[in-house]
């Protein structure tokens, strides 16, 4: 059995002597003593372990990882990291892998895949090293580690042993442009606001002769995370993930809120409509919901004012529930190296590593609120940290991580946003979206038990 060494220092062991008198027979004086070799302090070769540590990659985000690497190495100079980064068709990649029996060790995680490896044997279950090690999974942001646990048999995450740790926790931006406010005459949106606050200043900001618009509809793939749905007391599907309901009275009224702010309120371009360049950047829209991962290009307008702020409540139910997506790190299943790739994937996903990305600015914002406090500090905007605060006061993981997420949704969503598309019935592309869903559904519940 190889021997594990300490993450810390390593035990110096002390070699001793023995010294013994030797007498000479029949003589008068004693012989001359003989001497061991000198006692000294022995240090043990090191056992080195080798592991692999494979991710995508993009613009400066290798050099990012290096750096974290190295410094790992470093302080842990039993362990030698080799890095596979792969700029295209990396899933792919790791697929081949698995299925040839070279997985990496470590890598770069998916939420949205966790369902299905940990069901397939791909993952390590990592909760024992978590409760071992005292990793302060408690510390994370809810939403961020539900993504990551995983009960044999559930349909999605959310309950079960984890199969990762979460490392960034992405969610909705509420941002607004105060330049157009302040020419409208309208006041900026305060914590009170609600839906219908929205709606109001849109109306006041809006002039569709001038292309000028007061919010801006995201695409599908920003409605479904489940933001508005969620706010509205609607859902996707039922608890166990076996019933369609994209029809139920929270989820009828979101969607037709969203229909009425392009074809009745009229505060929102239609699509179709052409924009040069993104239409918040370009000032020709007021405010907008979209994910956090937008703030760096925001940062760059120089043209008008900005600023974040928190959700708008929905009038009823009082929420302003934002998701949360995280990408993280897990450890593969085929490893011979298991104390290795937890203290590397531990390092990647704790405090020390997700400060240390904080300042190379990448992997960000962290799951740890704290850590996380040192992005959203930063301006601009002046108001960024709102969108943490939205978080801590109101999240969830979200909606698209269980099986065959985004076939069912690639399908039944098509009705939905043909109506946003052309104006047509709301409620009867609901109804026609929500059979589309159920069949769906029954597909993927066939194919998961087969």
Not at 96 to 116: F, L, N
Not at 366 to 373: D, R
């Amino acid at each position: 059995m190889s021997k594990q060494f300490n993450r810390r220092d390593f035990l110096k062991l002390a070699g001793t002597g023995v010294a013994g008198a030797v007498l000479a027979a029949c003589a008068p004086q004693p012989a001359p003593t003989e001497m061991a070799p000198e006692a000294t302090d022995a240090e043990p070769a090191v056992e080195m372990q080798k592991i692999v540590f494979s991710s995508y990659t993009w613009s400066g985000y290798e050099a990012a990882m290096q750096d974290i690497i190295d410094s790992f190495v470093a302080e842990n100079p039993d362990i030698e990291v080799e890095g596979q980064f792969v700029p295209e068709d990396y899933w792919t990649k790791v697929q081949t892998q698995v299925a040839g029996g070279s997985a990496p060790d470590v890598g770069i995680a998916d939420y949205g895949r966790v369902v299905t490896y940990a069901k397939d044997s791909v993952l390590l279950n990592v909760s024992d090293l978590v409760d071992t090690d005292s990793f302060p999974v408690d510390d994370m942001l809810e939403g961020a580690v539900a993504q990551y646990r995983w009960a044999p048999g559930d349909f999605d995450t959310g309950n079960g042993d984890l199969w990762g740790l979460p490392s960034d926790a992405q969610g909705q931006l509420f941002a607004y442009n105060k330049t157009m406010f302040d020419d409208a005459g309208v006041d900026y949106p305060s914590e009170d606001w609600t839906w219908d606050d929205l709606v109001a200043a849109g109306q006041a900001i809006t002039n569709p002769d001038e292309n000028r618009w007061g919010f801006l509809v995201p695409g599908w793939g920003m409605q479904v995370r489940g933001w508005y749905v969620w706010q509205a007391g609607g859902d996707f599907v039922s608890e166990d993930y076996k019933t369609a309901m994209l029809d139920s009275p929270g989820s009828m009224e979101a969607w037709q809120w969203v229909w009425d702010l392009i074809y009745t309120h009229k505060i929102a371009p239609p699509p179709g409509l052409e924009f040069a360049t993104n239409p918040f950047m370009s000032g020709q829209v007021a405010m907008v919901v979209d994910g956090v991962w937008w703030v760096p290009d925001f940062a760059t307008i120089e043209d008008f004012e900005w600023d974040m702020a928190m959700m708008p409540k929905h009038p009823k139910t009082g929420s302003r529930v934002t998701t949360i997506e995280s990408d993280g790190w897990w450890i593969y299943s085929g490893t011979k190296a298991v104390d290795a790739s937890w203290r590397l994937m531990s390092r990647l996903a704790g405090k020390d590593g997700q400060t240390r990305f904080g300042e190379l600015n990448y992997v960000v914002p962290s799951c740890f609120p704290e850590v996380g406090e040192l992005w959203y500090g930063e301006t601009p905007p002046d108001n960024r940290i709102k969108a943490l605060d939205n978080l801590v006061a109101e999240s969830r993981k979200t909606y698209i991580t269980h099986n065959e997420v985004w076939t069912i949704l690639g399908q039944c969503m098509i009705p939905i946003e043909a109506a946003m598309a052309d104006g047509t019935d709301m409620e009867a592309a609901v109804a026609e979206s929500t059979l589309i869903m159920q069949d769906e559904l029954d597909k993927a519940w066939e194919s998961f038990t087969a």
